[in-house]
């Protein structure tokens, strides 16, 4: 990066300044805990001067020391070497920071508007400077501005390679909180008044000593405030131990924050006094406005509690939440499960890659020749990055086919001769590119045959493409592949030869036993590596893992909806189980009088159940459109979603049917087998 970089983001200086630190090529300004790691020096101004060289080859000077930025930030760095150095260096032969036909997510450009100027008027302007330095007529390219709010979240423009954070997920995960407090709450709400009746001459006797309803009502809010003060107290006693529990779907450094700031505690106040408001009010009016000639008698609140249409609403609302939640998480792990083992039109088993610190030099040609004489290793080859992989970097190039041009923006990816037997990627026409360190030739996939307009792929071998410094021969053509996560279609994709050669990609042979031949494979590959890179240690990356990372965010969304739907429905058997115990109470006597009347225990389960199950029967009619609506609208983040099938909705009903049905078995049949004598001996 340049000055310009620190005009944008500030950061406290310790030695150096913004205006002149990044000024020259091979100046480096570090980070006070990077400077530290360094050079153990405690002083800022001793570190300027101290040299560091990057990949073997960079070597740069330490022009300036800032103070590491403390907040949750995108903007971490530790590191920032001068840009000029790319113009001055061999880096100038693999950035192309002249070319208007690359673009490159490893490549980010800020700028900050003038007050009353509109990010349209600025991507004009764009336009128009590139008529000044570029053929305007050569690539039919637009350059849009996006606003840096969105930066941690829109992966179109690329997030620094790193992993951008989803809004719909934040925002689901956001919803399921909301929708877990509101069940709690449903449950407070329905035992409260399904118990009103043991609370009735309390009641009648405060209403006859003159309290209004008013102060009823601000009572029962004062009791709801008081168990849910309770809850938050809890809550954060309880949260530093949830998240170690949960530290996997975590991002880093978030543990670590205080949980005891300001807003967070203004957040949990106001939480807290609006549940208790809630969850308070509604029980406090009903409760409320019985006469205490009634309340004294007796009468009224049962027949309330049988009759309640807002208690019966409830109920279906908590079973319709836990039907949504149930149909979700099977249909985000069965994507995820589609996702891992989606044939991606390579190979990603058994296949490891690395870089090398300098990979220009001999000693990387030494690493080649030797890696290439381990018996356990089947290919090794050396060039940019893996086929499919989050990093892209995409070129124009065109094709002339009599007085038609075409032109399109293709990913393009560096590899040798052997990058297409690593990855197993079947050739349909024509051969491998040859062993060279500039482009000379392109292989292409099907997606970029098509968009071509050519049928047959041997058509296209021979024919030249236009761009990337010059015009090069397409010599061959492979199957369709997959370059990024599949959240994206497949698009025109081309491989020529390893201009860009700093990682290695190496199969291992596949044995019987995996175990015993690799670990040998790897400690062969680390003694090579140590005689040529002693000071370096030797890592690597499994393929099938990192593939396996592109979909971390669903893998832990699906566990974390497990967990959400396990409680939500403990959540609402508990409501579920409560009201049961209450209503069952309230009819013992006429339970009693229909068993002395000859009616069978099955006919009072019967009896008792129906209203239950009906509860449960409208919640999973209600529950299925909801979830198919929105569980529809979440795979269209996938350019290949799963097809949702209708087990996916008929599971969930059955196993809620037979919860629900077992949480109220109990009490139902402890009724239905009780002596009528003991229910009917006080009449």
Known sequence: TGPGYFRLFEHQWLAGSPETSLKDPFKVVLTESKAQTYFGLNHAADVIGREIIYGDSIQTVVSG???????????DFKE??????????????????????????????????????????????????????????????????????NLHFDAQYGNFLRPVANKTTLGGLLVAAMLLLALGSINYINLTTARGNQRAKEIGVRKTLGSSRKHLVIQFIAESMVLSLLAAFCALVLVPLIIELFQEFIPPGLAQESLLKPHILLFLLTLTG????????????????????????????????????????????????AMFFIVSTLVIASQTRYALSKDLGLKKEGIISFIVPNSESMASNSLLAGLKQIPEIDYVSRGGSSPSGTSVTEKVLKFYQGDDVFETHVQLKYGDENYLNVYDIPLIAGNSITASDTIKEFIINQSFLKRLGIEEPQQAIGQLLEGAGGNFPIVGVVADFHTQPIHQAIVPAAITNAARNSTFHIALRQFESNTIPWNRAFEKMESVWNEIYPEEPFSYQFYDQRIASWYQQEQNTSKLLGWITSTAIFISCLGLLGLAVFLVNQRTKEIGIRKVLGVTIGGIVLLLSKDFIKLVLIAILIGIPLAWYFVSKWLQNFAYPVEIQWWMFALPAFGILVVAGITISTQVLKAALANPVDSLRSE
Do not use: C
Request: proline letters at 4%; charged letters at 20%; zero cysteines.
């Open 80 to 149: 920032f070497i001068s840009i000029s150095t790319v113009a001055n260096s061999n880096l100038k032969n693999r950035w192309y920071l002249d070319r208007w036909d690359n673009v490159d997510s490893d490549f980010q450009l800020m700028v900050k508007l003038n007050e009353g100027t509109t990010p349209q008027a600025i991507e004009a302007e764009l336009m128009s400077l590139r008529k000044t330095y570029d053929d305007p007529q050569e690539y039919k390219q637009v350059h849009l501005l996006q606003p840096l709010s």
């Open 274 to 321: 609006t549940m208790s408001i809630v969850t308070g009010l509604y029980p406090g009016i009903v409760l409320s406005h019985f006469k205490p000639i009634s309340i004294l008698k007796n009468a009224g609140f049962n027949n309330y509690s049988r009759k309640s249409f807002v208690q019966q609403t409830l109920t279906v609302v908590q079973f319709t939440v």
């Open 65 to 75: 020391i800032v103070k590491d930025i403390d907040d949750l930030t995108d903007f």
